[in-house]
């Protein structure tokens, strides 16, 4: 699945309060217009169209390529949207917002769709997991903190949320919907935006980690004295290295220059473990064991006994120390490997015609810019607003991909 991906820097202040009243005019008029062409359920894939939802926002009139772009369309489209007239409801924002979901959700569909409460419940689980998976899941350096769901009469909905790395100062957007969704744990997302790929980014949602989840959940449902065990065990090797660390990264390099006969305390060979293990460093990949465990969360997994990686990622508290305790334990004892690959795969902000370093998605580009410029022309608004719009898509486009067009 292509992953498009856009750079997003923080940038501090507030939209004006004039600006504001202009997007959110704009906003709802564009949106309506959509609806009222293709249907409420087109509008909320446009939405997680990462590209798309970029050019909308550069259209309302914002930053075009401001991490702004996340809070404020969302903001503005929460004020604009009338269910009554586009027939969609958003919950959640920014912030202490995002969190409101849970209250949002059932107020919001039992009041405008009179949705039944196992469609509600499929709602509420949607917003908490794609929460969970991009927060533990993914550990890729970024803390959500906005969080959004769009959904119609019907149940079908749309995540937009954005994390932030306090080192860098980047944010990145992670866009779901629940169209053709198959699973939260395997590839899930419509697209990520961000302007680079993240080294030594666990990516349990990865194709390649299949293997690696399936031994998690047994670990996960295994008795709990054998998890601290194997965990014990991989920080008193790493100790006796040099320098002293409790990463992991130590245990491999070492590992060459140790008797590959040595055994756990169940008889288990890691000679042939830690031969394997020895290459994962010419990938650039970081193995550390995190410092602090709740050894409740795994007595709590223990008596649930989940079925799949999608239960136990589920259950309340197994956050990203969980995550990655059990995959590292799955990867370096039982040798099943994890996904250490950013699932960032592509970057349009300096792509080439010829594909290199990253190629552009021309084909979902143009039908974006097409799309919105007809629903810019068929908008209720004074033709200068419209002129202005059409515009800011126009410049956005040349911003974007001017240097790569031929």
């Given at each position: 699945m292509d992953f498009s991906t856009i750079n997003l820097?923080?940038?501090?202040?507030?939209?004006?309060?004039y600006l504001i009243r202009r997007m959110v005019k704009l906003s709802g008029s564009i949106s309506k217009v959509i609806i009222e062409e293709y249907g409420q359920h087109e509008f909320l894939m446009r939405l997680a169209d990462p590209l798309w939802?970029?050019?909308?926002?550069?259209?309302?009139?914002?930053?075009?390529?401001?991490?702004?772009?996340?809070?404020?369309?969302?903001?503005?489209?929460k004020e604009s949207i009338n269910e009554n007239v586009h027939g969609i409801s958003i919950a959640g924002g920014k912030g202490r917002k995002s969190t409101e979901t849970k209250n949002e959700i059932p107020k919001l569909a039992e009041k405008h769709y009179n949705l039944s409460s196992t469609k509600i419940d499929?709602?509420?689980?949607?917003?908490?997991?794609?929460?969970?998976?991009?927060?533990?899941?993914?550990?890729?350096?970024?803390?959500?903190?906005?969080?959004?769901?769009?959904?119609?009469?019907?149940?079908?909905?749309?995540?937009?949320?954005?994390?932030?790395?306090?080192?860098?100062?980047?944010a990145r957007r992670y866009h779901w919907t629940s169209d053709n969704l198959k699973s939260f744990v395997y590839e899930p997302h419509v697209g990520i935006i961000?302007?680079?790929?993240?080294?030594?980014?666990?990516?349990?949602?990865?194709?390649?980690?299949?293997?690696?989840?399936?031994?998690?959940?047994e670990l996960a449902k295994s008795d709990i004295?054998?998890?601290?065990?194997?965990?014990?065990?991989?920080?008193?090797?790493?100790?006796?290295?040099?320098?002293?660390?409790?990463?992991?990264?130590?245990?491999?390099?070492?590992?060459?220059?140790?008797?590959?006969?040595?055994?756990?305390?169940?008889?288990?060979?890691?000679?042939?473990?830690?031969?394997?293990?020895?290459?994962?460093?010419n990938d650039g990949e970081h193995y550390e064991m995190p410092f602090k465990l709740d050894w409740n969360i795994f007595?709590?997994?223990?008596?649930?006994?989940?079925?799949?990686?999608?239960?136990?990622?589920?259950?309340?508290?197994f956050g990203p120390a969980s995550v990655r305790a059990l995959s590292l334990i799955g990867e370096i004892i039982f040798g099943t490997k994890a996904s250490w690959q950013d699932p960032v795969k592509f970057n349009f902000a300096h792509g080439g015609k010829d594909g290199v370093p990253y190629p552009i998605a021309r084909k979902t580009y143009d039908k974006s810019i097409s799309y919105l410029s007809?629903?810019?022309?068929?908008?209720?608004?004074?033709?200068?607003?419209?002129?202005?719009?059409?515009?800011?898509?126009?410049?956005?486009?040349?911003?974007?991909?001017?240097?790569?067009?031929?």
């Open positions: 820097p923080l940038h501090g202040g507030h939209a004006p309060p939802f970029q050019a909308f926002g550069c259209v309302l009139g914002f930053d075009w390529h401001s991490s702004g772009v996340t809070t404020v369309v969302t903001g503005v489209l499929e709602l509420l689980y949607a917003s908490k997991m794609t929460a969970k998976i991009d927060n533990a899941a993914i550990q890729d350096s970024y803390s959500l903190y906005h969080h959004a769901i769009f959904f119609d009469k019907n149940g079908n909905w749309t995540v937009v949320q954005q994390g932030m790395n306090p080192n860098t100062k980047m961000d302007d680079k790929k993240i080294p030594n980014t666990l990516n349990m949602t990865s194709i390649d980690s299949i293997e690696n989840q399936k031994i998690c959940v004295n054998y998890l601290k065990s194997s965990v014990y065990k991989i920080k008193e090797i790493t100790k006796n290295f040099q320098p002293r660390t409790n990463t992991l990264d130590s245990w491999i390099a070492e590992a060459s220059v140790m008797d590959n006969t040595i055994s756990d305390d169940n008889g288990y060979d890691l000679g042939d473990k830690k031969r394997k293990s020895r290459d994962y460093l007595r709590k997994s223990y008596d649930i006994q989940p079925q799949n990686y999608e239960d136990l990622i589920s259950i309340p508290g007809s629903a810019i022309e068929g908008a209720e608004i004074q033709r200068e607003e419209r002129i202005d719009a059409l515009k800011k898509l126009s410049e956005y486009s040349d911003r974007m991909f001017k240097p790569n067009r031929q």
